[in-house]
T-cell receptor
Framework: GEDVEQSLFLSVREGDSSVINCTYT??????LYWYKQEPGAGLQLLTY?????DMKQDQRLTVLLNKKDKHLSLRIADTQTGDSAIYFC???????????FGTGTRLQVFP | DADVTQTPRNRITKTGKRIMLECSQT?????MYWYRQDPGLGLRLIYY???????NKGEISDGYSVSRQAQAKFSLSLESAIPNQTALYFC?????????????FGPGTRLTVL
């Protein structure tokens, strides 16, 4: 079945880059997403990548997709304290309108 | 005003009680979802509905039921709550247009079953 895995925690110093990794199992996923959950709030879409792309850049965010290894990563440049949150990767299962979410990575940014 | 609202935001109840969590949306979306979030387990899909007459089980539907009263309303019921249903519950919606399959989440309901 589908399974999306992430490491649970990441701690970085303010100003450094953060890299959050994700592995997924459904090779037919059409879109892959990164959602951000701030404390006490629901998830919000941060960015996404279509499965025929290798990389997508959006300001401080860079998404890399390695389809061969089924590996997705999110790089946040110049990480700020406001980036502290839980980050979820998700895959869109082909021929359905469901998303499968990963376990979430809690990013902590310290001064 | 928030596009996806959930009531209540917090609820403490006892084992065996019936509980209803409500979700309303003003986005005009046809698709609505209920998830639960547990630490280290991410979000797991409980039920989803693609329109008013459509209800589908997700991966963890046992012990839960849903009702789609209108396009804008989707409620989740726990017929007889048990402690391992203590979790954070999220409602979400999605529609056509925009980013494919982007889901919009409510603020969550924290449920504690004693």
């Amino acid at each position: 079945g589908e399974d999306v895995e992430q490491s649970l925690f990441l701690s970085v110093r303010e100003g450094d880059s953060s890299v959050i990794n994700c592995t997924y199992t459904d090779s037919s996923s059409t879109y892959l997403y990164w959602y951000k959950q701030e404390p006490g709030a629901g998830l919000q879409l941060l960015t996404y990548i279509f499965s025929n792309m290798d990389m997508k850049q959006d300001q401080r965010l860079t998404v890399l997709l390695n389809k061969k290894d089924k590996h997705l990563s999110l790089r946040i440049a110049d990480t700020q304290t406001g980036d502290s949150a839980i980050y979820f990767c998700a895959e869109s299962i082909s021929n359905t309108d469901k998303l499968i979410f990963g376990t979430g990575t809690r990013l902590q940014v310290f001064p | 005003d928030a596009d996806v609202t959930q009531t209540p935001r917090n609820r403490i109840t006892k084992t065996g009680k019936r509980i209803m969590l409500e979700c309303s949306q003003t986005k005009g979306h046809d698709r609505m979802y209920w998830y639960r979030q547990d630490p280290g387990l991410g979000l797991r899909l409980i039920y989803y509905s693609f329109d008013v007459k459509d209800i589908n089980k997700g991966e963890i539907s046992d012990g839960y039921s849903v009702s789609r009263q209108a396009q804008a309303k989707f409620s989740l019921s726990l017929e007889s709550a048990i402690p391992n249903q203590t979790a954070l519950y999220f409602c979400a919606t999605s529609g056509t247009g925009g980013v494919y399959n982007e889901q919009f989440f409510g603020p969550g309901t924290r449920l504690t079953v004693l």
